[in-house]
């Protein structure tokens, strides 16, 4: 790569500014659905559904949720962020401008739809995130995202009740959503997309672990941004072929003797317009789906997934009947329940802010992070479940947003960091999708645990989550050193 306005010492631009704009766009999406979700039962009884077809509609969104994630998130490892998030935010607003429409059962179902197959947008731009930033400083991109997302969930509620209160409440707070999803797409597509780096996917899909997080460091990444933005991935599908996917070291012979055509440095490639059109032949884009979808699912990543779903559940069986234990075990007043459940998702939100210098603090030891938060989740659930007073249930709901907020963006940054550790094709949405997949067969599972296991107590399904949680515990703890050892051989290996 000769050119002679690069320069070895050259320090690529941080992408700031579209950051900042993707915190918006998380802030405006939860800010829209939470203005609907607290309606929805209601608006169902209001239609003349018993609560048998109730409970079945509200399942639909989950159902659809638990097979569209992995999906949607790998066809946006093919087809492009900024194609897959306009067109999944194009339809979710379809879909809640239907369902300001819904005046039958029939029509709300079909409503909800394209809202429960399109409705991905967060996981798409968490994706977009992990693309635009180096490793080290993901954790930190990660929690003030959540945050921004979290202090819209808050605000959501208020706006949709108020709008509630008036007649047709619930069709105008629909419509509402839908010109907000409308507003984020055109967000999206003013979004500054020649600000992000050229050469980011690449650096994250064929790295290991341990050299993903030098994207900006050295030679090969300052030759890498010389590239110019027409081969963003970021807009644009990624073309497969053996030459791509393979990663070559500048110090590696064995690297360098198994693929003679690939220099020392990643070559960047210059994409032509069929290549990054959106209309690419749909057998292209299913076969690369599969690809993807295949590389997870048969990679060794088991462990991590698994530990997801049991603290899913058991952070869902800590919430699931929290007003009526609050009622039963304290004679406490839903309107005091509900002022103690902002206060826990104000904390939630605020939380998002401490986990960059929580990772800072642990050294990027994002395995001993989830493990120590893991151990004081479980342990704050237990608390909880034994509380002999309304004191002790207000310090454990303190920390549990805390500890819940810095677990969540730990599994997921410890996903996307084995997943590029794989070896396979770049594959970041298809991972983030994996997990939220793994979170919907949570929401299915866990009201069932929890009616079980309210039938023996009010203390039953956060004593149930404290077994799910130490289970959690026991996995990571055997786990852990195996991951650790992996990630050595990695670093012994890209010494060489």
Not at 41 to 55: F, I, M, Q, R, W
Not at 147 to 170: D, K, N, Q, R
Not at 416 to 429: H, W
Request: charged share 10%; hydrophobic share 40%; aromatic share 8%.
């Amino acid at each position: 790569m000769n050119n002679s306005k690069c320069s070895i010492f050259q320090k690529p631009k941080s992408p700031t500014r579209i950051i900042q704009c993707i915190y918006v766009v998380g802030f405006m999406d939860l800010f829209g659905v939470s203005m609907i979700i607290p309606l929805l039962s209601h608006h169902v009884k209001y239609l003349g559904a018993s609560p048998t077809v109730a409970g079945i509609v509200g399942s639909t969104y989950g159902v659809l949720q638990l097979f569209s994630s992995t999906v949607v998130g790998s066809w946006s490892d093919v087809v492009g962020r900024r194609h897959s998030l306009l067109t999944c935010l194009l339809l979710s607003a379809l879909g809640y401008a239907l369902l300001g429409m819904s005046s039958s059962i029939l029509l709300f179902v079909l409503a909800r739809i394209p809202i429960g197959l399109f409705k991905h947008s967060l996981s798409i731009c968490r994706a977009l995130l992990s693309d635009l930033v180096s490793e080290t400083e993901r954790p930190l991109v990660m929690g003030h995202f959540n945050a921004a997302s979290s202090v819209g969930f808050i605000l959501g509620p208020v706006v949709g009740g108020y709008l509630t209160e008036h007649e047709g409440g619930f069709y105008t707070s629909s419509f509402v959503c839908a010109a907000i999803f409308l507003l984020n797409a055109g967000l999206v597509w003013m979004l500054p997309w020649s600000e992000a780096p050229s050469h980011r996917t690449d650096t994250n899909a064929n790295s290991s672990p341990s050299h993903s997080g030098r994207a900006y460091d050295g030679v090969k990444n300052s030759q890498h941004n010389c590239s110019t933005d027409s081969n963003n991935h970021l807009g644009h599908p990624h073309h497969h072929n053996n030459h791509d996917h393979q990663h070559t070291h500048p110090t590696s012979s064995s690297s360098s003797s198994s693929s003679s055509s690939s220099p020392a440095v990643s070559r960047v490639r210059r994409w032509r317009w069929d290549e990054v059109s959106l209309l690419q032949p749909a057998w292209r884009q299913l076969s690369s789906m599969v690809a993807r979808i295949r590389h997870v699912a048969s990679s060794d990543m088991w462990d991590v997934f698994l530990v997801r779903l049991l603290m899913a559940v058991a952070i869902m069986l800590y919430y699931s009947n929290f007003s009526l234990a609050m009622e039963e075990r304290f004679q406490l007043k839903p309107k005091v329940t509900g002022y103690l459940i902002s206060y826990s998702s104000m904390l939630g939100a605020l939380a998002g802010c401490l986990v960059g210098p929580v990772t800072q603090l642990y050294g990027q030891d994002m395995s001993a992070l989830l493990l120590h938060s893991t151990v004081l989740t479980g342990s704050l659930i237990f608390l909880y479940a034994t509380a002999a007073g309304v004191w002790q249930v207000l310090l454990t709901s303190t920390f549990f947003a805390i500890s819940t907020t810095i677990g969540r963006t730990c599994i997921t940054d410890l996903e996307l960091r084995r997943g590029a550790g794989t070896g396979g094709p770049r594959a970041s949405g298809t991972l983030i999708g994996a997990g939220q997949s793994v979170t919907a067969v949570g929401r299915v599972l866990a009201p069932l645990l929890s009616g079980l296991a309210q039938e023996l107590s009010p203390c039953g399904p956060p004593s149930l989550g404290v077994v799910l949680a130490m289970a959690a515990v026991g996995l990571l703890m055997a786990r852990i050193p195996k991951w650790d050892s992996a990630a050595a051989r990695e670093r012994t290996k890209s010494k060489n």
